[in-house]
Structure formats: structure tokens, C-alpha cells
């Protein structure tokens, strides 16, 4: 199984076309909910198209050389928004969905922490792979192999702040 390299112009488009499939479901939502780290870009770009507030809850899954390791799942203690409630029908978005464990994790932590507020949650991914115990409502591309995904911004993963320095300072 190839690894599944993705650009920024695919990443945006990819972002778009689950926007798209999201508009033509019909579905009112009045929330969204990104996990971070990978989420924040889906949930910010969907929370400025459908014009609704976007809560954040910092979510952790991996770590190990180049953060490809799945380790044990770790959440923040609350969500950080700037609305003074959660909304009641929320749109749950994560960049991928792997094993399923995190999303499966966080609907039940949102189910305890939440579901007093909670009428229903729908989940959007951009990219489901079959490995996954759990389908997303939403989703762009379904992955049967299972790959890699190395998505844009993972360069920043390798990189610190004086590599950068390093590299962009003209030479005297």
C-alpha cells in the first residue's frame, strides 16, 4: 500500500467538496466542533462557509518519531469557544478518521460532558479509511488501503522555529 501524498491546492479542495456534500444533506446544524490538531483547519474553513461558531477541543492520538505512532488518546479538560453554550446540533469534524477510536472516544466524551446541551452530532471527515470501527456521516474520499496519509503542513512537523530563522535570514 502506497503512502497518499496531498498538496494544499488538494487539501483545500478536498476541505471544499466536503462542504458541498455537507450543504446538499440539508442538515441545520448550529455548531461545529473541530478536533485538534488536525481538525483546526476542516472546522475553521467549514465554520466560515456555513457561518456558524466553531468550538475547538485539543484531542491527542499520536506521537512517537515523526508523529506517526498511535498512543493512548488524550483530551483536553473542556472545549474552548467563545459562545456561552454549545450548540445543540453539532457538526463534529477531524481531518481523517483512522482506527475510529478518537472520534468514537469523543462522541462519548461529548455524551458526558455535554449531552445535557446535545440533541444530536454528525460526524465529517476528509478522508475515512476502511480500517476505521466507525463510519463518518460525512466524508470525501473512502480509503479501502488504508494509507499514510501525509497531509501539507506535516513539513512543520520535522522544522522548528530557528531551522526557519536559519533558512530564511539573507546571508550578510
Known amino acids: 500500500m502506497a503512502d497518499l501524498y496531498v ?4 487539501y483545500h479542495r478536498t476541505i471544499e467538496q466536503l462542504a458541498i456534500a455537507i450543504y446538499e ?11 485538534a490538531r488536525g481538525g483546526l483547519r476542516v472546522g475553521d474553513i467549514l ?3 456555513f457561518k456558524q461558531p466553531l ?24 472545549l474552548t469557544m467563545t459562545t456561552a453554550t454549545l450548540g445543540s446540533h ?21 455524551e458526558v460532558k455535554y449531552g445535557f446541551a ?3 452530532v454528525r460526524t465529517a471527515v476528509l478522508w475515512y479509511k ?5 463510519r463518518p456521516d460525512y466524508y470525501v474520499h473512502y480509503l479501502p488501503e488504508n494509507p499514510w496519509i501525509h497531509q501539507p503542513f506535516e513539513r512543520y512537523e520535522q522544522l ?11 546571508c550578510p
Open 7 to 10: 498538496d494544499w491546492e488538494e
Open 25 to 35: 444533506s440539508g442538515w441545520q446544524f448550529n455548531q461545529i466542533l473541530c478536533l
Open 47 to 49: 465554520s466560515r462557509l
Open 55 to 78: 468550538a475547538i477541543l485539543a484531542v491527542s492520538a499520536y506521537g512517537g518519531v515523526n508523529n506517526q505512532e498511535r498512543g493512548r488518546i488524550t483530551f483536553a479538560r473542556d
Open 90 to 110: 453539532v457538526l463534529l469534524v477531524d481531518d481523517l478518521v483512522d482506527s475510529g477510536l478518537s472520534l468514537q472516544k469523543t462522541l462519548r466524551w461529548l
Open 118 to 120: 446535545v440533541e444530536e
Open 130 to 134: 476502511a480500517a476505521s470501527c466507525l
Open 160 to 170: 522548528t522555529a530557528a531551522d526557519l530563522a536559519q533558512a530564511l535570514t539573507p
